[in-house]
């Protein structure tokens, strides 16, 4: 392992791009899966409703699986952050990236839910040309068109068997599906479930004749497929893929005989508590999601993720690989400081907990306290950033905060009361207040403006008085789209932008941004009306 630990970390650019390209994944999960239910079945072109689900899949594999060459072959990955950082792609290629995920997501707008089936011929092409663009995009934002070229001779052929192996995975599980009629590991999953749901709730209906299997009034037949082969498969590539990659460095004896036969139990127990998951948030959140989450890449995930947990895990055991004892030769910089990454992981963090809440509360504000604690944690290991742009505001701020408060509350359109918020008890309420204030007045404006002023209006100001209109113009038109209202939340956004680009000081949009919310959410407090916030 001494090799490998000898390159540099990859850039900063490197690790933002691959988060917001995982992110982005996410949401189009999360979206396809939340905002429309589309069953290849009912589709009028099965055939490619499967291939592009597929395909879904095998992008997220490729992800994992390349993730774990770059790790064992130190000159890929030095040579992979050497073209990223000297050669990377322009806005051209970003901007083209960010119109084919528009792209994705565009049906979801124009199409009703309840139409998603009958019009997928016609939404296909839309998917398929969003996701080429997203993806060409992606790859030529990292790099160019050429240093791509330089950096794949001589090793494309490895990376070809690597994304060949990874376009095979949906298929090889599906391949396998006669092992999911094994009689005796779909009972012992059965029982699992049965014994695991017992320990959460107190009224749990079983039939064990059919595999029938609930809580409360939601029922769900647990079938020979989800005794758990799916992550029986991906665990046992992925560690195969490390067992040929780091050879010299492994003890292959134990690595098969003890660490194999280990992740495969840790793979069952997680699709064992997923399954008792999904019957929880059916029985008491949404049971439209629950069905959904059966038939989701949520178990890919879960299972390729954990996957990574246990290399990891066997890559830092002295048990398992030889050198493990061995230090870094040269110390490297946390990720935590670096200030481009402490602008964006956490406005990502908090745009994350929004789809979190939205996904599994039916009423999404009684989440809000999740929220808070998902932005408290990331502000929290942001902290070097945070102080870096921390500083006494100027008076202005606190004028300028305090009419854009006066002005959205004056505009705010008439709203019906919470019924969710309403059936809460005095303290839970209390409590929810103290929260929703706390987190809307300290947290958001600090993360929405380290991102929107500190990030983007700062990256496209170059000095010029074009570049500033364009800077100011872009960075209070992404902040208004965040927002419901969006003609007083541009106004928001620009007042914001035009204090930041005064004197250059965050200091003083996060000051003006948590004054106006500070206005907004006691008027809010006031009437008893938390839709103002």
């Known amino acids: ?30 979206a396809f899966q939340i905002l429309s239910q589309i069953e290849c ?32 072959r130190p000159e890929a990955r030095q040579g992979f952050a ?36 009958a019009n997928f011929h016609l939404i296909f092409p839309v998917l398929v040309a969003g996701a080429a663009l997203a993806a060409l995009g992606g790859l030529f934002w990292l790099a160019r068109p050429g240093a791509w070229r330089s950096w794949l001779r001589g090793r494309g052929l490895s990376l070809l ?90 003890r292959l004896k134990r690595f098969w005989l003890v660490i194999w036969p280990l992740a495969l139990v840790a793979s069952w127990m997680f699709n064992v508590l997923r399954i008792t998951a999904l019957l929880l948030i059916g029985a008491h959140l949404s049971p439209e999601l629950a069905v959904n989450g059966f038939h989701s890449f949520a178990g890919w995930l879960m299972f390729s993720t954990l996957s990574i947990g246990v290399l990891i895990v066997v890559s830092r055991s002295g048990f398992v690989m030889r050198d493990v004892a061995e230090e870094r030769a040269a110390p490297v910089a946390s990720l935590a400081q670096d200030d481009v990454v402490g602008r964006i992981l956490p406005f990502i963090v908090f745009a994350l907990s929004g789809l979190i809440v939205q996904a599994f509360w039916s009423a999404p504000a009684l989440g809000y306290p999740v929220q808070v604690a998902m932005m408290l944690g990331v502000l929290w290991w942001a902290r070097g950033t945070v102080r870096r742009h921390l500083a006494m505001p100027g008076p202005l701020a606190g004028f300028a905060g305090l009419c854009v408060g006066v002005l959205w509350v004056l505009s705010a359109p008439a709203a019906a009361p919470d019924a969710a918020l ?7 309420l209390a409590l929810w207040a103290m929260l929703r204030i706390f987190g809307t007045v300290m947290l958001v404006p600090l993360i929405e403006e380290m991102f929107f002023r500190g990030y983007i209006q700062a990256r496209l100001d170059q000095g010029g008085t074009a570049s500033r209109v364009v800077a100011v113009l872009v960075s209070a038109t992404l902040f208004a789209a965040m927002h419901g209202r969006w003609i007083e939340a541009g106004l928001a956004g620009l007042v914001f932008s035009l204090l930041y680009m005064r004197n250059g000081r965050l200091a003083d949009a996060i000051a003006a941004h948590a004054v106006a919310n500070a206005v907004i959410a006691g008027v809010a407090l006031w009437r008893g009306d938390w839709s103002l916030i």
Do not use: K
């Open 41 to 72: 079945r009912q589709t009028a072109i099965e055939g490619a409703c499967r291939a592009l689900r597929g395909l879904a899949l095998g992008v997220m594999c490729v992800a994992f699986l390349l993730g774990i060459y770059l790790w064992a």
């Open 422 to 428: 309403a059936a809460l008890g005095g303290m839970s």
């Open 1 to 30: 392992m001494t090799e490998a630990t000898q390159t540099r970390i990859l850039p900063s650019r490197v690790v933002w791009l691959g988060a917001l390209f995982a992110t982005e994944m996410v949401v189009v999960i999360l």
């Open 161 to 250: 068997a690597l994304f060949g192996l990874a376009a095979l995975l949906p298929g090889l599980v599906v391949l396998l599906g006669p092992l999911w009629y094994q009689q005796v590991l779909t009972d012992i999953t059965f029982i699992a479930v049965v014994v695991a749901l017992s320990l959460v709730s107190d009224r749990v209906t079983v039939d064990p004749s059919v595999h029938i299997i609930g809580a409360d009034d939601f029922l769900v037949q647990v079938a020979d497929s989800c005794s758990g082969i799916e992550g029986f498969v991906l665990i046992t590539v992925f560690l195969a893929l490390f067992a040929a990659l780091f050879r010299d460095d492994l």
């Open 82 to 117: 050497d073209i990223c950082r000297d050669t990377p792609g322009g806005r051209i290629s970003g901007l083209v990236h960010g119109g084919g995920f528009a792209l994705i997501l565009a049906p979801l707008g124009v199409v009703a839910p309840a139409d998603m089936n």
